[in-house]
């Protein structure tokens, strides 16, 4: 059996931290890419955005639209499959961003309602 040898490397005190779960608190370092990510933000419910890059296919609304929830808005193509998107709300369109045949990346706002 080989002798297991541990190390500590140096720590700087804002890179430890400490959690508590289920009653146990326990610590851990984080890494600089965690430290660097984009922090998460809530949704704009007035926005629909692209969850997946690819195509618009078709567009079924038009600003000024009274839309209610799950009424169809628009058909993007992403990995051979037409995913339908459905409006979050009731409400009236503003703006519709995108066109048929146009290539959109991952979050590019679609739709946004007033």
Known sequence: MKNI????????????VRFTV???TMS???????????MWTRPDEKQV???IPGTIREVFVKAGDQVQENDRLLILE?????N??????TGTISKVLVAPG???????????FE
Do not use: Q
């Open 5 to 16: 040898k541990e190390e500590k490397l140096p720590v700087e005190k804002s890179e430890l």
């Open 22 to 24: 289920n009653g146990m």
């Open 28 to 38: 851990t370092t984080l890494t600089k890419k965690f430290r660097n990510r984009r």
């Open 49 to 51: 955005s692209s969850f």
């Open 78 to 82: 992403a990995m051979k499959m037409m």
């Open 84 to 89: 339908v998107i459905v409006s979050p709300i």
């Open 102 to 112: 146009e290539k959109i990346p991952k979050g590019k706002v679609m739709v946004e």
